[in-house]
């Protein structure tokens, strides 16, 4: 008895400190992968999202919370600092030391001056992502891109609203509606290379076309044959007109009407944040396929094409319930994921449904955009010619 009696006891103490370690501020939702939180704190405007959940780490995929500061999902034995309101502390600890990664990785920096200990301190992209992160500067450490909801990347791999990934294939030089909702709409252009020994094509995201009010975006990546990064292979149009920005971090670009669009560059080349204001936010990459990643996967690039494509990172602000599209869907309210999990590659099917017939169609079966487009109409870019550098791009016409 008296064994029994000081089990329960230590019991009791455990279960105690638990309850103190719990954030006031995780909301949760259980599936059957494990839970998935999220942040109810809307001092965090960049973490808080209703309906964008965070699955639990594998170590504690029933017990985790959710960290607002760096929107992160984590376990109990590493409690967040309690969230303050706006701005948040800085960190109280010195930022790393520079990584002693190779020169070939990008070197990034924390540009939020509300975290002076980190702010500036240059640090290497991690290697699984060499060329495509930015610094989470609660954490002060680089963080890939393309592991964060909302994430469209590689050969594409999506990492939906509710934080679980997949993938979905398509078909190459074919348009793919990803995202679609009553004053959004976004389709993708793939391109790729078929594999004998597959069923299907090896695809990547080439260019995408944004439909939002009365306005219509072209972001795209530029056939290339040899990659140089100091090069820059993007192309972008507003309503068809070139915009065309200049080289240079920090470069910007604003629509000369409303509602109002900025796109400004994040890198000196190659990378640009594009954001409709009170509707979305984009950032895209231009990243070619390297011979590193061809030999791994057997992609079987050439010198004549690297494949140069997209990685983007999508952000909604007024997403409704009824989103549909391949990302947009698992931000729908009753959406439940279809995709086979615990798989070495959850695929997402769906070629037919999710197919339009041009970069700017809004004729998907599950289309729901309600602007003032004819979706049957081929998008005229009227003063982009061959020479500028955009002809040829698939869902361009050039005028003659």
């Known amino acids: 008895m008296v064994r029994l009696g000081a089990c329960l006891l230590l019991l009791v103490v455990v279960l105690a400190e638990s309850a103190k370690a719990q954030p006031q501020y995780t909301g949760t939702r259980t599936s059957p992968f494990g839970n998935l939180v999220y942040c109810t704190n809307s001092t965090y405007k960049n973490c808080y999202h209703p309906g964008v959940y965070h699955l ?3 170590n504690c995929l029933y017990t985790c919370n959710i960290d607002c500061g760096s929107c992160e999902a984590v376990c109990p034995s590493s409690p967040p600092p309690p969230p303050k309101h706006s701005p948040p502390p800085p ?133 290339t044959a040899m990659w140089d990064d100091s090069v820059d292979r993007l192309a ?9 920005l200049p080289d240079g971090e ?10 109002r669009v900025t796109i400004s ?51 909604f602000y007024s997403l409704s319930g009824e989103a549909n599209g391949v990302l947009g869907q698992t931000y729908g309210s009753n959406y439940v994921s279809r995709v086979k999990m615990g798989v070495a590659m959850p695929v997402l099917g769906g070629d037919r449904e999710f197919s339009s017939s041009s970069l700017f169609a809004t004729d998907c079966a599950f289309a729901r955009f309600k602007g003032h487009f004819n ?26």
């Open 56 to 58: 639990c780490p594998d």
């Open 91 to 223: 960190p109280k600890h010195s930022p790393p030391p520079p990584s002693s990664t190779p020169s070939k990785a990008k070197k990034v920096k924390c540009k939020n001056k509300y975290y002076p200990t980190c702010e500036h301190v240059e640090q290497y992209c991690p290697s699984d992502c060499p060329d495509t992160c930015e610094v989470d500067c609660v954490a002060c450490k680089p963080v890939c891109n393309c592991n964060k909801p909302g994430a469209v990347c590689q050969d594409p791999q999506f990492i939906g609203g509710d934080g679980l990934t997949f993938y979905f294939h398509g078909k190459k030089d074919k348009d793919f509606c990803i995202v679609t909702d009553s004053n959004l709409h976004i389709n993708a252009h793939f391109i790729g290379r078929r594999n004998e020994n597959m069923k299907r094509d090896f695809t990547w995201v080439q260019s995408i076309g944004i439909l939002f009010h009365t306005r219509r975006l072209y972001v795209a990546a530029k056939k």
């Open 236 to 244: 972008l149009a507003f309503d068809g007109e070139p915009v065309l």
């Open 250 to 259: 920090g470069a910007k670009w604003s629509s000369p009407s409303l509602p």
């Open 265 to 315: 560059r994040s890198q000196e080349t190659n990378a640009v944040v594009i954001e409709a204001e009170g509707n979305f936010r984009i950032k895209a990459n231009v990243v070619p396929i390297t011979q590193k990643d061809s030999q791994i996967h057997n992609y079987g690039i050439t010198e004549e094409d690297c494949f140069a494509h997209l990685d983007l990172s999508f952000k």
């Open 375 to 400: 979706s049957t109409d081929q998008f005229e870019y009227a003063d982009v010619s061959c020479a500028s550098g955009m002809g040829g791009l698939a869902g361009v016409v050039c005028k003659k």
